[in-house]
């Protein structure tokens, strides 16, 4: 065998398909994605221009717009064509690999528990969090109730009292369907082993403009076909969402047995935007539910295994707006199942596909 300093590397590029991947659909599909990669950096300078979102946008549509330079950009395509890399497209990407990926997840503690001793820090990938659990005594209770999520107008006055009110129950109902699948939950007021109170510390908004773009964008050209490897298309890094939840767990006694400050900021590649204020808050207050749930469920932090937690059926189920497995969980609505998974895939705010608790919609 050649060492690898003597490979001829010469008659492999001289093999390899690469001109294959770029055909004229190909090259309308990396146009798309370069429109939208111009979109995340024509709005990322917004503010700086001056003229606001609208004279940027504007801008974008002379630059993609036909022109006299038609021919030029021919020229530049050819250029790609012949697996030549092209400055702007470089510029471009460049660009993008400097924009944050995620908001950055916060961490406030407010003072609604009802001890902060013995919290000790830990942290998930993407989420920040300080915690302790007794586990113990969390795996010898058998009932649970979930007490209403306190959710402050001073903590997001952006927020309408409508959409803090959805972000609430969206906390509830999560917490109700995940730990359904260890606990009996009762409606609150009826004694139980112990009792979870949460309340919300810290919530900013989505940036509804940049949200829509993304949508736009994702709707648009939804993958970049490189031969057979698609690339999706990120969200636009700007004005993603944050919360910032404590809860605890406490016995008949009111002794804590649990408590947890979390935090988590909306993410670039994973979180759906949504053309909503709220629409971050809304999608990270579920992740909290689960997160809380799983460290009473299992009894030690939900950050620390690296295996692969199978969802039971009755989580499945209720997820998808079935009915869930205790009456309790009725309270709070059903999950929009299939239409909130559609909605959130089209950017439509939350407040059109969830009906939210019971109480509201019934009002």
Not at 293 to 302: D, F, I, M
Request: proline share 7%.
């Amino acid at each position: 065998m050649r060492a690898p300093a003597n490979l001829d590397l010469s008659s492999i590029y001289k093999t390899f398909g690469f001109r294959r991947l770029w055909r004229a659909a190909d090259r309308r599909a990396l146009s798309g994605a370069m429109i939208a990669l111009m979109m995340v950096t024509a709005v990322r300078v917004a503010p700086f221009a001056g003229g606001g979102l609208s004279v940027v946008l504007a801008q974008l549509l002379f630059v993609v717009r036909p022109s006299k330079s038609v021919a030029r950009t021919g020229a530049r395509w050819r250029e790609l064509a012949r697996g030549r890399p092209s400055p702007l497209l470089l510029t471009m990407l460049a660009t993008v690999t400097l924009l944050p990926g995620c908001a950055t997840a916060p961490l406030v503690q407010g003072s609604g528990l009802s001890s902060y001793d013995g919290l000790q820090q830990s942290d998930g990938k993407i989420t920040k969090s300080r915690l302790h659990v007794k586990k113990e005594q969390v795996a010898a209770a058998r009932t649970i109730s979930i007490a209403p999520t306190q959710f402050p107008p001073n903590v997001a006055p952006t927020l309408s009292n409508a959409q803090r009110a959805l972000v609430a129950n969206a906390v509830n109902r999560a917490l109700c369907i995940s730990l359904s699948d260890r606990f009996e939950v009762v409606t609150p007021g009826v004694p139980a082993d112990l009792t979870v109170r949460a309340a919300v510390t810290h919530a900013t908004e989505t940036n509804e403009a940049a949200a829509g773009v993304s949508v736009a964008a994702s709707i648009g050209t939804k993958f970049v076909d490189m031969g057979s490897v698609p690339i999706p298309i990120p969200r636009i890094p700007i004005g993603l969402g944050e919360l910032s939840i404590e809860a605890e767990a406490v016995d008949r006694a009111g002794r804590q047995q649990a408590a947890i400050v979390w935090g988590r900021g909306a993410n670039a590649f994973f979180s759906s935007p949504r053309v909503s204020k709220a629409g971050d808050a809304y999608e990270l207050a579920g992740s909290f539910g689960e997160d809380f749930a799983t460290l009473l469920n299992k009894g030690e932090s939900p950050f620390g295994g690296v295996g692969i937690n199978i969802p039971s059926w009755q989580k499945i189920s209720s997820n998808a707006g079935l009915a869930p497995k205790f009456a309790a969980c009725e309270s709070y609505g059903r999950s929009p199942g299939v239409a909130g998974l559609v909605g959130g895939k089209l950017g439509f705010p939350p407040e059109w596909t969830d009906d939210g608790a019971k109480s509201v919609a019934t009002r």
